[in-house]
């Protein structure tokens, strides 16, 4: 009989700090897609898409709309979850809009981040506030 070990990666959080500019989304999907490329045992694709789908919207969302200079992007993988947390200096929660379907000036991405995941939270304090996204493993 063999036994195959199996290593799942629970370690320490990934993390970053951008600046607030266009840069800090192509960035962020780089840092994600090499922090799902090291994930023991590997995730499948789709869920890897939604992974990079979350990230690449909420740091969108934060350049786009949100109050202050920077934001940061925290990434952790447990046995069964993958959390996707997005901070930034705005003490203002998300706001739903109706999405622009003729002008193309958005409105999609926080429908897409509050379904995508198994569970979204947002926590708001005097300072800013944080997103948190777990994603099913």
């Excluded at 192509?26 to 023991?40: E, K, N, Y």
């Excluded at 045992?41 to 920077?70: F, K, M």
């Excluded at 979204?120 to 996204?133: C, D």
């Amino acid at each position: 009989m063999r036994t195959q070990q199996i290593r799942l990666d629970d370690g320490p959080p990934e993390t970053a700090t951008f600046d607030k500019e266009p840069q800090a989304v192509t960035d962020a999907r780089d840092l994600t897609r090499g922090f799902i490329a090291g994930l023991t045992p590997a995730v499948g694709d789709q869920t890897a898409a939604s992974i990079e789908l979350v990230v690449s919207e909420l740091i969108t969302n934060v350049v786009r709309h949100a109050r202050g200079a920077l934001c940061s992007l925290r990434l952790q993988a447990r046995a069964d979850v993958i959390t996707v947390m997005v901070s930034d200096a705005d003490p203002r929660a998300p706001q739903e809009r109706t999405p622009d379907l003729v002008g193309g000036t958005g409105g999609f991405g926080w429908p897409m981040v509050r379904n995508l995941p198994e569970a979204v939270s947002v926590t708001l304090g005097a300072t800013g506030k944080t997103i948190r996204a777990e994603l099913a493993r």
